[in-house]
C-alpha cells in the first residue's frame, strides 16, 4: 500500500491527451514538490518533471504537470508508442522525515 | 557528468545482511548540497525509496525499515554503502542508488541521476 495513490493503468490512441493523477496528504503533496518519473521495462527511472514542472535537459515539453492542495497530475499530450512505460509520482513526506512514492501507473499506447 | 554504479552480492541468504556499495563520479560527497539515496523495486512491484545521505552526514530512513538499514560513506569520497540487516525473501528487489541534492532553506530535492540498479535475490 503506497502513501500516494495513483490509477494502475492509464491508456490512449497516438496523438491523444493522457492524464494521471497522484493523491496524497498534506504531509507530503499538500506541502512539498510533488516529482515524476518514467521507467522502462528493465531499466532505472528517469526524472521526468522537477520542482514546479519542470523538465530536465531533453524532455519534450508534452509532458507537463500540475498540482492542487493533495493531488497532483501528469499530462501528455501528443501521445506517442514511445511514452508506454511506468510512471510513478514522488514526494518528500513531513510526517514520515522520508520520500514516498506512489505505486506506479502502467501507460498503454493503444 | 553525474554517474552512479550499484554493487553487491546478487543472492543472501535469509537473515544474513545485505551490504551495497554505490559508486559515483561526477560529484563529491564533501561538498554541500550533495546526497546519495537508495530506492529497491521489488519484481513487478512499485519504487520504494529506503534511505538518503548527505555531505553534511544527515541521515534519513524509510520508518517502516528503520531498525534494519544503515547508510554510510564509503572509505572513499565516492561512495556509499547501504546494509539491510536480517533479510528476508521480501527483500528481493532491484536496489537502485541515485543522487539527490539538496540546499540551505530547501527541502530534499528530486533524484535526477540513477545507477543501472543491482538485482538481489534472498533465498536459502
Known amino acids: 500500500q503506497s502513501v500516494l495513490t495513483q490509477p494502475p493503468s492509464a491508456s490512449g490512441t497516438p496523438g491523444q491527451r493522457v492524464t494521471i493523477s497522484c493523491s496524497g496528504s498534506?504531509?507530503?503533496?499538500?506541502?512539498?514538490?510533488v516529482y515524476w518519473y518514467q521507467q522502462f521495462p528493465g531499466t532505472a527511472p528517469k526524472l521526468l518533471l522537477s520542482t514546479n514542472n519542470q523538465r530536465p535537459s531533453g524532455v519534450p515539453d508534452r509532458f507537463s504537470g500540475s498540482k492542487s492542495a493533495t493531488s497532483a497530475f501528469l499530462a501528455i499530450s501528443g501521445l506517442r508508442s514511445e511514452d508506454e512505460a511506468d510512471y510513478y509520482c514522488?514526494?518528500?513526506?513531513?510526517?514520515?522525515?522520508?520520500?514516498?512514492f506512489g505505486g506506479g501507473t502502467k501507460l498503454t499506447v493503444l | 557528468q553525474i554517474t552512479l554504479n550499484e554493487s553487491g552480492p546478487p543472492v543472501v541468504k535469509p537473515t544474513e545482511t545485505l551490504t551495497l556499495t554505490c559508486s559515483f563520479s561526477?560529484?563529491?560527497?564533501?561538498?554541500?548540497?550533495?546526497?546519495v539515496a537508495w530506492i529497491r523495486q521489488p519484481p513487478g512491484k512499485a519504487l520504494e525509496w529506503l534511505a538518503l545521505i548527505y555531505w553534511n552526514d544527515e541521515k534519513y530512513y524509510n520508518s517502516f525499515l528503520k531498525n534494519r538499514l544503515r547508510v554510510t560513506k564509503g572509505t572513499s569520497d565516492n561512495q556509499v554503502v547501504l546494509t539491510v540487516t536480517n533479510v528476508d525473501p521480501l527483500d528481493t528487489a532491484t536496489y537502485f542508488c541515485?543522487?539527490?541534492?539538496?540546499?540551505?532553506?530547501?527541502?530534499?530535492?528530486?533524484?535526477?541521476?540513477w545507477g543501472q540498479g543491482t538485482l538481489v535475490a534472498v533465498s536459502s
Open positions: 514522488a514526494s518528500w513526506d513531513d510526517s514520515l522525515s522520508g520520500w514516498v
Open positions: 498534506n504531509s507530503n503533496l499538500g506541502n512539498n514538490f
Open positions: 561526477g560529484f563529491s560527497l564533501t561538498t554541500g548540497g550533495m546526497g
Open positions: 541515485a543522487h539527490s541534492p539538496k540546499y540551505p532553506s530547501s527541502p530534499p530535492l528530486e533524484f535526477d541521476f
